[in-house]
């Protein structure tokens, strides 16, 4: 399967996710935080960094139950503020 290439909302979308997952980690290390949502260091510091901007939910997922974070708030994070479609809406 080929993906398609990431947008700049996308790779934007990538760092804020980044950055509300490094600030609710707090102190804690990410050894701490990866093993309790079953994923490797190094893929939580890729994630933090924008290096995967596009993590499959359920890595998202186990990231926001291990740092005690709700999914609705980091979709509010992620999202593109003030941005619509360019084709309108999508049925």
Partial sequence: MIRPPLT???????????ALLRTARGERSMAEIAAAAGISAET???????????????????LAAALGVSLDRIAESCATAGLTAPDGPRH
């Fill in 44 to 62: 939580l510091r890729k994630i933090e960094t924008g290096r995967i901007p596009t993590p499959a939910f359920f890595t998202v997922a186990a």
């Fill in 8 to 18: 700049g909302p996308d790779r934007d979308r990538g760092q804020r996710l980044g």
